[in-house]
């Protein structure tokens, strides 16, 4: 079993910034690409954001200009940046990967990471 660790979730004020890390291991973090998806409550689980091993980008239309996706070689681990945050930002954060693409899910997923965008 794959096991994907995000860490990072925290409340934050509108307008504030907040960077998320997802853990991978290393055998998978060199060769895949790897995201992340957001669930909002009551909400579908919607793609964010993408680096492959070669370190190309892909985000939603929605978090572009906004968030930033990188890749730290070093420790095996994807960080997402992200500023200027709105209270729609406000999900349950997954780490992806294990056969991401841009249009669609890998198979393995994280636990989770909360971000909360509130005044």
């Given amino acids: 079993q794959v096991q994907l660790v995000e860490t990072g979730g925290d409340l934050v004020q509108p307008g504030g ?3 998320l890390s997802c853990a991978v291991p290393g055998n998978i973090f060199r ?3 790897v995201g992340w998806y957001r ?3 009551g909400k579908q689980r919607d793609f964010v954001a993408l680096i492959t091993s070669g370190g190309a ?3 939603a239309a929605s978090v572009k200009g906004r968030f930033t996706i990188s890749r730290d070689n070093a420790k095996n681990t994807v960080n997402l940046q992200m500023s200027s945050l709105k209270p729609e930002d406000t999900a349950v954060y997954y780490c992806n990967t294990g056969g991401l693409t841009t249009v669609q899910a890998g198979m393995y997923w994280g636990k989770g990471t909360l971000v909360t965008v509130s005044s």
């Fill in 39 to 41: 669930q909002a409550p």
């Fill in 57 to 59: 980008k892909n985000y």
């Fill in 31 to 33: 060769v895949n690409t």
């Fill in 17 to 19: 910034s907040l960077r």
